[in-house]
């Protein structure tokens, strides 16, 4: 990243290159607004589901970026490719991916279920009360769907982009980063849809 | 980065997802908590969060990796000098920043107006100026806000030796969420105010 020339040509060249996919990515994020907007409407009464939101939309960030960015090393350095097809490096890196959403998902609902039960007792709030079971249920099925999605999603883009010739590093990020909110919302609507129709939350009135 | 392997990927990578997970709570609990009680001010505040924290997250990691990529060339030196260089980078973000909230902006108001009829939302029509406003003003102190922190936290994580393309883009994704969600809420507490909503 060699810096030539005036400062105005530095502003200029870093707005050039970050511009359009900034602007593909507002457009992608409004329609995953508009499903936590539905989300809301929903299940306006659930007490502390909401904090489950941003960790969630996290793990994308966190576990599918890195595994793009190790692919796309990982194609560079020819351990990967699409005609080797799901080697050794590759499950490596699949299976590091999921063990890593398993454990988050799994911190990640603890640690919401405490918050929720502490601001419960300090500003008590009537709603449904979602307990250790749903947190849990929720976040590990909302992780693991939406990982699958974007796991295959990642590793088909990365290796299609190599195969024809492509920069993975360039591509496969910007793609999984602005379809990850999509289906990480439109999951964790599924799976709170399944987990309340099994296990109802109690209801607290205040 | 030669060999992949479960153990090792798992090992690089816990440390970094523990101290996000407490970021990423606290975010939650505001978006809980505060967030939602708003949309009694403005209805449609949810629909632009997911956009709001991610333009502000994707920016300050993009300040980050400039800057940690500046660092490896020599061009900055291990005090952030010359300041020039570092001013023009954020210069140059902020500038992103604020087209990209503005695009935003635009975005929110269109959907205002072609849902409002539908979902029986009155808004009155003087206050579209105040909102543009609004979601660009706090876009751009929360990505500045967020970039500052990342610049700081790069500085600290190269002077200790460490590698901050691994540390830098986690934390500035998460700062940037909570960061995101407190600008936001006071965005719309000071315009429901102004407009004398509250």
Known sequence: ?206 | MTEHTVRKILIESLPVLAIVLVFALAAGQFLDGTLKGLKLIFPLVLLMVPAFIDITGDLAGVVGARVTSHLYTGELDQGFRPYRLLITNLLAILLVSASAYAFLGACVIAIIIWLSPIIGLIFPPTGFPLIFLAICGAGVLATACTSLIGLISARVVYRSGRDPDSIIPPLTTTVGDLLGIVFIALAIINTGRILGLI
């Open chain 1, 1 to 206: 990243m060699a810096v030539n020339g005036s400062s105005p040509k530095l502003i200029w060249r870093v707005y050039r290159e970050a511009m359009p996919v900034l602007l593909f990515t507002v457009l992608a994020e409004l329609f995953a607004g508009t499903l936590l907007l539905s989300l809301d409407v929903a299940y306006a009464s659930l007490i502390g589901l909401f904090i489950l939101i941003p960790g969630l939309m996290q793990l994308r960030g966190n576990i599918s970026t890195s595994l793009a960015q190790r692919l796309g090393s990982g194609t560079h350095l020819g351990t990967v490719s699409w005609e080797q097809g799901l080697n050794k490096p590759l499950r490596a890196n699949i299976k590091a991916a999921f063990y890593l959403v398993i454990i988050m998902s799994f911190c990640l609902a603890i640690g919401a279920w405490l918050v929720s039960q502490l601001i419960q007792i300090l500003a008590p709030r009537s709603g449904y009360l979602l307990n250790l079971h749903h947190f849990l249920i929720i976040a590990l099925i909302t992780a693991l769907l939406a990982s699958t999605v974007q796991v295959t999603i990642t590793v088909t883009v990365a290796l299609i982009a190599h195969a024809r010739g492509l920069d993975p590093d360039n591509i496969t990020i910007p793609i999984v980063a602005a379809i990850g909110d999509i289906i990480t919302i439109a999951c964790l609507l599924l799976a709170i849809t399944l987990t309340l129709s099994i296990f109802p939350p109690p209801l607290i009135q205040i």
